[in-house]
């Protein structure tokens, strides 16, 4: 999708239809473990695929699993609690939930079977605290250093004396991140041979619905916990990880906090459904569900589904303890813009050390679209933009910033009077766990056609507006038109029905029914592929005269609007900027000379291998160009308020670069 380091959304107005949401980070990430560790092969269907998740199974190679992925399933062998590979680097990006694990995990192994390992990530994850960790197993005998900074990966793990004390209770903290005590769960089994492992936590247990997803999954991989409380755990004698076979991995319940977030403030009419997780499911993270019915979602629920509409409007705003849903608690916050009065969220002091610290990144950003944002150590207190603004977010690196700012987009819906576009920076940081969270989210909102952006690029023939056109579409994640394309397609239709020019009734009317289909480079003329067809000289020819037709226009004209869709649009050809979209955000014009465009033209047909004359190319480009401004109809001119662009003497890139700038002065942030 874009390539540029934003992408923009526009006024949004209204949401309904399905999504399917990607796997359970959480889930998949132990899941993965605990197959690697196991003996035979496990089947995991569903697994998420994201960037946490790939870092595991790189991991999971590095020290010997057989893995075989196909599509979102996939095949792993484990190593049956013996290291196969004694020596390795394992890079585990910004994934808490592989870091803190593996370095249990392998701590344990390399203590009783030797070996050295390094575990590292991205600079975030080297600022994310391990101490509370590395502690407990040091408690076992474990040789763990810190390669940076005291407290932080990079760890390195050395062969210790070949065995582990687990005689006393092993003491863990619980009140930063409960990850320290899954890792424990999930890894102390590899050392229960000699007696049961028991680990007691110091303070409060925080997030304990994440404890809960680890012990459901050790109970599916044959491992039982016997817990008191929350605080004291004990892992079973002699207990040995045993594959189910197959587990499937459920959708992710904090992935499914935005589209429950989006029901509940856009859902007018059909509700948002959301499949891959219901009320039934074993993430902590559905209980988001609950809170987002407090302040007006209308939620119905069944096996693996959920139906979310539009209750109460403005929302209620609350005051919650959030402890059991810290993450999908994020999207609260984005919630509260939509509420009547103040939403405090209180005991979030975990956020603080996630991907990025989480309550300064929120309250920072939710000022920036005009919301009073009061933040503490462990709380963030939200009232809804008096004015809102444009904003450009900042996402930090972190997937759930730019997932939740999204849903600032419906500004209209509260009131903002201009509706405001939101500008996401580093878009693609959705990869962590949602990499598709975009593409998914446009295709269930709707908007005003008059609020979704255009840029139009016409020019003469040759004059490389279409792949100027296109590569400004790609880098801003537009839906891109070539207009042009649509003559040839109705040109080339008339050529097959053996309709010429002179019978513009027909030829109008084959406009008007025309099957055309665009993906990609793919254009489908009545299924069959025809790009390439389409570039042929006669149906060309053909398409310059069929484009004179007054009411071939016309029929057209619907297709080419319908090109307008959420999140924007790049139009080229003739007449965009003058007759289909004379309202558009931006109109370029491009003017290179017959002269140049002769030279080209000759340059890329000699290319292909087609001989060709540069001094007859020019005549008929010159014969195109006169043909074009002076037919009575969408004649060939700038509009008054194109921007003029000569680009006799720019390569692409230098085209592009320009329009993308002059786009940049029309847009608001
Ligand atoms: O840009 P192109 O060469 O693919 O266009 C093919 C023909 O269609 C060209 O002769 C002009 C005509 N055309 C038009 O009249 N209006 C447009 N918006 C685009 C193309």
Not at 197 to 213: A, F, R, T
Not at 270 to 296: N, T, W
Not at 411 to 434: M, Q, S
Request: glycine share 8%.
């Amino acid at each position: 999708m874009y390539t540029t380091p934003f992408l923009d959304l526009p006024p949004l107005l209204h949401a309904a239809g399905t999504v399917r949401l990607p796997g359970s980070k959480s889930i998949s990430n132990r899941v993965l473990l605990l197959a690697g560790l196991a003996a035979g092969t496990t089947v995991v269907h569903d697994l998420l695929d994201s960037d946490d998740t790939r870092v595991m199974l790189a991991a999971l190679r590095d020290l010997g699993c057989d893995i075989d992925s196909r599509g979102d399933t996939v095949r792993i062998t484990g190593l049956g609690g013996r290291l196969r590979n004694r020596d390795a680097r394992l890079f585990l990006g910004n994934a808490g939930t592989a870091m803190r694990p593996l370095t249990a995990a392998l701590a344990v192994l390399t203590a009783t079977q030797g070996g050295r390992f390094e575990l590292s990530g991205v600079p975030r994850m080297h600022e994310r605290p391990i101490g509370d960790l590395v502690d407990a197993l040091r408690q076992l005998g474990c040789r763990i250093d810190y390669v940076g900074n005291e407290g932080y990966p990079p760890l390195r793990l050395t062969a210790g004396s070949g065995s582990v004390r687990t005689q006393a209770p092993i003491r863990v903290r619980g009140d930063v991140s409960s990850q320290f005590l899954t890792a424990l769960l999930l890894g102390l089994p590899l050392v229960s041979g000699i007696g049961p492992v028991v680990i007691e936590v110091e303070g409060e247990l925080i997030s304990k619905p994440y404890v809960e997803i680890t012990l459901n999954l050790l109970r599916r991989f044959g491992i039982a916990v016997q817990r008191d409380g929350w605080q004291r755990f004990t892992i079973a004698q002699g207990s040995a990880y045993v594959s189910p076979g197959d587990i499937h991995v459920e959708g992710d319940a904090s992935s499914a906090s935005y589209f429950v977030a989006l029901g509940a403030i856009a859902a007018t009419g059909q509700p948002v459904r959301i499949e891959g997780v219901g009320l039934d499911s074993i993430q902590g993270d559905i209980r988001f569900v609950e809170a987002a019915k407090a302040m007006g979602a209308d939620v119905r629920s069944g096996p693996g589904w959920l139906e979310v509409k539009r209750g109460r409007w403005p929302l209620a705003a609350i005051e919650l303890d959030c402890n059991h849903i810290p993450d999908a608690a994020m999207t609260l916050a984005s919630m509260a813009l939509y509420a009547e009065g103040t939403t405090r969220l209180t005991n979030i002091a975990s956020w603080r050390v996630k991907e990025t610290d989480r309550i300064a990144a929120m309250a920072a950003e939710l000022r920036k679209l005009g919301a009073q944002v009061v933040e503490g150590a462990d709380f963030i207190e939200v009232s809804p933009p008096a004015r809102w603004r444009a904003a450009a977010i900042h996402t930090y690196d972190d997937h759930r910033v730019a997932m939740c700012f999204s849903l600032a987009a419906f500004n209209a819906l509260a009131g903002a009077d201009p509706a405001v576009p939101v500008r996401i920076l580093d878009p693609r940081c959705v990869a962590k766990t949602f990499p598709h969270y975009f593409e998914t989210l446009f295709s269930v909102v709707q908007t005003a056609t008059s609020h979704v952006p255009v840029l139009t690029v016409d020019g003469p023939s040759s004059s490389g507006k279409g792949t100027v056109a296109s590569a400004v579409a790609q880098a801003l994640g537009y839906h891109f038109l070539d207009s042009g394309a649509v003559y040839r397609a109705t040109a080339l239709a008339a050529m097959r029905a053996g309709v010429t020019p002179a019978d513009e009734a027909r030829v109008a009317a084959i406009a008007a029914s025309l099957d055309l289909a665009f993906e990609g480079h793919s254009i489908r003329l009545g299924g069959e592929e025809v790009a390439d067809q389409l570039r042929d000289e006669a149906v060309g020819a053909m398409a310059s005269k069929v484009s004179a037709l007054p009411t071939v226009r016309s029929a057209l004209r619907e297709l080419q609007l319908s090109f307008r869709r959420i999140p924007g649009l790049v139009a080229d050809g003739r007449d965009m900027g003058t007759v289909i979209f004379p309202s558009a955000n931006l109109k370029i014009f491009l003017t290179a000379s017959a002269a140049k465009r002769a030279e080209r033209r000759h340059k890329q047909l000699i290319s292909k291998g087609i001989p060709a004359n540069i001094d007859s190319l020019r005549a008929d480009l010159e014969a195109r160009d006169a043909r074009d401004q002076n037919r009575a109809i969408a004649p060939l001119k700038p509009a008054e308020d194109a921007v003029l662009l000569d680009n006799s003497d720019q390569t692409i890139d230098e085209s592009v670069n320009e329009v993308l700038a002059a786009w940049e002065q029309r847009r608001p942030f």
